[in-house]
């Protein structure tokens, strides 16, 4: 069995300004650039080290399966063409054979390759760029930082396990306590609102008296 180790690769500046590989900024105007392969294996490995902060094994045929490249496991399979892709673009490196780290965040796209996108996507950064920049960083820190968290706590993990997840990927601390008490508590009161909504629907309808008009 041929295995693939991968870590994360953090960065102070990019963790902070950068984008998860699973919004819909990288979708929008990263995609293009990455190709859909490589940008599938990049959302697939966040989504791990979501669960694995310290880093994760794959094994090389399992995961190129459950991509669709089939199970191929040579340097020249789909699945390592789409990291020499990822290291083309700085968003991966390896530092020994079958072991890299890789980017739990995405930098904005470069001018370059912006000037390469269909014009549409490039009035759409535009736009993108200037509501950003009504934006503090801090506040786009938190607001990355939030909605991690609550999709931590989809996948089942408790409160001391979603603050480490956000220190690993590089928040400050403080943004990383208050961001996981913010999303376990609305997470708590949307699970119980959907509780609720499954119990009404399943409870039995209380039948009608006789005689009662049950059209009123």
Known sequence: MTTLTIAAWPDPIIDTLGHDPRSDYVERFWLPTLGPTSLLLLRRIASHLDREPDGCTFDVADLSQSMGLGAREGT????????????????????????????????????????????????AHEVWLEERLSTSPLEHARNRARRLAFVLFEQGDDLDAVEHALLGVGFHPSI?????????????????????????SAAPAVPAAPGQDTAA
């Open 176 to 200: 990383c306590r208050e961001s996981a008490v913010w999303a376990h508590e609305r997470h708590r009161v949307a699970f119980e609102a959907v509780a609720g909504a499954s119990a009404a």
């Open 76 to 123: 020249s399979s789909p699945l390592f063409r789409s990291l020499d892709r990822l290291m083309q673009f700085e968003l991966a490196c390896s530092p020994a054979s079958r072991t890299y780290a890789v980017r739990r965040t995405v930098p904005p796209v470069s001018r370059r390759h912006i000037a390469r996108l269909p014009l549409s996507l490039q009035r």
